[in-house]
């Protein structure tokens, strides 16, 4: 009985080997075609536009001098010490370093999840590989990408066996995306804390989620405290997004997310937005040029729209998943995934690209619902999304998105993708 043992799990190492394998292809083959893609737009041999990350251009300006960072926080002071020694390498570093991270961070996806279940690490993966916004990002200047990885590795070490040197490492890991995105820290420490109640007292995730918001509308109630919160906030803010669709959305929603009364139905309306409504944006497919990154943010938008729902439903204190109960560890992962998205939304401005850090967890927990209900949630999301494109099409064509061709934009070439 032993040897059958030890044969049939040989036979499960191999497999998983085996599909790893296939996944580090997956992510190589996105990777190289991207990077073609944006050669060739670079070399003006293609009609492509926004082919890459302006985040990332406006990082690459602050460390030229061209935009001012005396007057920004920590992080972003930090992050551009980051980026000096990246550039100080050649340009072509910047690929080389978040690949690596990105494969890294897909090996890392088994030791985190396999906890839940070996779909969940799949879906974990998935939500690396097929992020548009990660594989465009590559070659630059790119918070996401490290963000994710430290994420990741935070939690492989979470779940090693506990020793005096765990907490010092899961102390400095957590202390990390300080220099980087101070806001992504917050839910690290968090989880730290709150480990020996879910362990040995109280497994209940959703009732902390609930508890948390009820202490932090508290806290935003009082003027004191409510400027502490917005500080945290403060170290990451691009120009850039002052040119999105909802900006002026976001900043009305901000100034109700500050009243005492109002920062109620504000979290509702930003969660609605933040989660789903990314889906309805206008479908940018016909334009000329095609602007790749608008395309990849759709994609995304429609990728995670089926996740999303499934955490929001999964939230919810009388939803029934697979388990009746969840393990110490299931509970942990699941808790950090809706305290994740919480924070984010709870961020005074709405920037859909705060998700990607932890997209790899949402996507794990997708697992923990019955085969029946992710059924229904992967149909529900079809239709939803095939009339979200519907309309798309239609607004496009009525506003005139530029479907039927435009004017050629000529956009700067940045510094990071000399190297193409």
């Known amino acids: 009985m032993s040897i059958l043992n030890y044969i049939q799990t040989r036979k499960k190492i191999e ?13 190589l083959f996105f990777l190289l075609l991207v990077v073609t893609l944006q050669s060739l737009a670079k070399n003006n041999v293609i009609s492509i536009s926004n082919f890459y ?32 020694f990246l550039y100080s390498l050649g340009s072509h570093s910047f690929f080389i370093f978040n690949a ?113 918001l009820g202490f932090f509308f508290l806290l935003n109630s009082i003027p004191f405290t409510k400027s502490l919160i917005s500080s945290l906030y403060a170290d990451d803010n691009i120009s850039s997004f002052a040119t999105s669709r909802i900006y002026d959305i976001s900043l009305l929603l901000k100034n109700y997310s500050q009243d005492i009364i109002l920062q109620y139905p504000a979290f509702v309306a930003k969660s609605v937005i933040f989660l789903f409504a990314p889906i309805v944006r206008p479908l940018t497919i016909f334009e000329s040029p095609l602007p790749l990154l608008d395309v990849g943010y759709s994609w995304v938008a ?29 509970s942990m992962i699941f808790f950090y995934s809706l305290l994740s998205i919480v924070v984010i939304i709870l961020n005074p401005i709405l920037t859909f690209r705060y998700i990607f850090p932890f997209t790899p967890f949402v996507f794990a927990c997708f697992a923990l619902q019955s085969i029946k209900v992710r059924n229904y949630i992967i149909y529900f999301s079809i239709v939803i999304i095939l009339i979200s494109v519907w309309l798309s099409v239609w607004l496009s064509m009525i506003y005139n998105y530029n479907i039927e061709g435009g004017v050629s934009t000529i956009e700067a070439i940045p510094e990071f993708l000399q190297w193409l």
């Open 53 to 84: 990350i302006p985040d990332s251009y406006t990082y690459e300006l602050r460390l030229l001098g061209i935009k001012d960072i005396e007057n920004e926080g920590l992080a972003a002071q930090a992050y551009n010490i980051l980026n000096k």
């Open 302 to 330: 429609f990728l995670l729209f089926p996740f999303n729902l499934s955490l929001t439903l999964a939230s919810f204190p009388f939803w029934r998943t697979s388990n009746k109960q969840f393990s110490v560890y299931q």
């Open 100 to 212: 690596s991270l990105l494969f890294l961070s897909i090996n890392i996806c088994r030791d985190v999840f396999r906890y839940i279940s070996s779909r969940a690490i799949s879906y974990a993966r998935l939500a690396i590989v097929a992020n548009p916004y990660l594989l465009i990002g590559a070659v630059g200047p790119n918070k996401e990408t490290i963000l994710i990885f430290l994420c990741l590795l935070f939690w492989k070490f979470f779940f090693k066996p506990d020793s005096r040197s765990r907490i010092i490492i899961l102390t400095i890991i957590a202390t990390a995306p300080i220099f980087i995105r101070p806001i992504v820290s917050f839910p690290l420490y968090v989880c730290i804390f709150i480990y020996p109640l879910i362990k040995n007292k109280y497994n209940k995730p959703r009732a902390f989620i609930i508890a948390f």
């Open 15 to 27: 497999s998983s080997k085996n599909v790893d394998i296939l996944w580090y292809i997956a992510l």
